[in-house]
């Protein structure tokens, strides 16, 4: 008994502590603007955690609209989920770009959805913009870095932005205020497992 | 213009190289069977990509089920927005561990909504479950780990399972297909933002 009181006195200290240190923090974060997030690195989980914030986005009642880079030909719970919430989703037609082959298309596909993407950027209607696997079109040189950048950067005060995909390149780590990198410790997919409807698509 | 064919062509043997390793990749993989996810780290995104995954499940016309253990008083955008697609949540009512500061009350609470979890974990009728913040109740001993392992374990063999949260136990690691880690690089809430409606919660 008298262990057990002695326990919880610690653990009541040691909670006491922690309340104290996160309500500091609290305290100190009074800034009310819009963020940008890249979530990025070779783990599983970059595109389901920008999805799973337009989800709570629009449980709040706000907009928020996605551009799918290259995933777009791929038949997606989310989307099917999300559009009947009113997000618009714009959508790179050509799917991943090791399938095509083909640079030129590429280029051409990524500038056509781009022009959507700037729109959803300039507009203050949209609380939130995911732009879902933008990284590998920086990577890949397919849009123009500083063009990219330029619109995230004067993009409406309240707005926040999502970026997803491996390798995020300097400039958009430094650009953003929250920088998530996903390893991977482990993967189902190698272990020989399949990719699952509902799970991974 | 001769460069530029250069560039399509080198462009275009890297890309079928690409897709030779990635529809090996895929050959490989034939197991067909429910996953067990842990999303764990201290970076930001892990419950975002719990629910962006819940998200897809319900949007191909799957059942899910989800239990919050620990953020359960909080306004989530995400819960108002799956409720509405019949997704039952299990919540534990008590909020932040270090807001309570009564580990007993805080072991009860878990206990309760664990019950909960079970009931999720047997039925095969979910094609996902998701344990939002499961780590703490093992890393905080305030649920019996081999119980909550052996419920994984034994759940419906189409059934898949994601665990979120910071500091993943070793067991939960080994038990999982696919682990994912998240590292902060930055945060917004230390550059002084404050967490944000329809983004952070």
Redesign the interface.
């Known amino acids: 008994m008298g262990k057990t009181m002695d326990?919880?006195e610690r653990?009541?200290r040691k909670?006491?502590k922690?309340?104290e240190k996160?309500d500091a923090?609290?305290a100190?974060?009074?800034?009310?603007?819009?963020?940008m997030?890249v979530?990025t690195?070779n783990?599983?989980?970059?595109?389901?955690?920008?999805?799973?914030?337009?989800?709570?986005?629009?449980?709040?009642g706000?907009k928020a609209a996605v551009v799918q880079f290259i995933k777009g030909k791929w038949d997606?719970?989310?989307?099917?989920?999300?559009e009947q919430?009113d997000v618009p989703f714009a959508v790179m037609g050509t799917g991943?770009?090791?399938?095509?082959?083909?640079?030129?298309g590429d280029i051409a596909a990524a500038e056509s959805v781009w022009e959507q993407a700037k729109k959803f950027l300039a507009d203050p209607q949209y609380?939130?913009v995911l732009l879902d696997e933008l990284t590998y079109m920086l990577g890949y040189d397919y849009l123009d870095k500083q063009e990219v950048l330029d619109a995230i950067k004067n993009r409406p005060e309240n707005q926040?932005v999502v970026v997803t995909g491996r390798g995020a390149v300097r400039e958009l780590?430094e650009l953003?205020?929250?920088?998530?990198?996903?390893?991977?410790?482990?993967?189902?997919?190698?272990?020989?497992?399949?990719?699952?409807?509902?799970?991974d698509?």
């Open positions: 326990e919880q653990h009541k909670a006491q922690q309340k996160v923090n609290v100190r974060a009074q800034i009310e603007k819009g963020v997030i979530v690195g783990g599983k989980g970059k595109s389901t955690s920008g999805f799973g914030t337009v989800a709570r986005c629009v449980g709040h706000y997606c719970g989310e989307r099917s989920l999300l919430h991943f770009t090791w399938n095509t082959q083909d640079r030129a609380h939130l926040s780590r953003a205020d929250t920088v998530s990198e996903v390893k991977e410790e482990k993967h189902a997919f190698k272990a020989g497992i399949k990719a699952r409807k509902g799970v698509w």
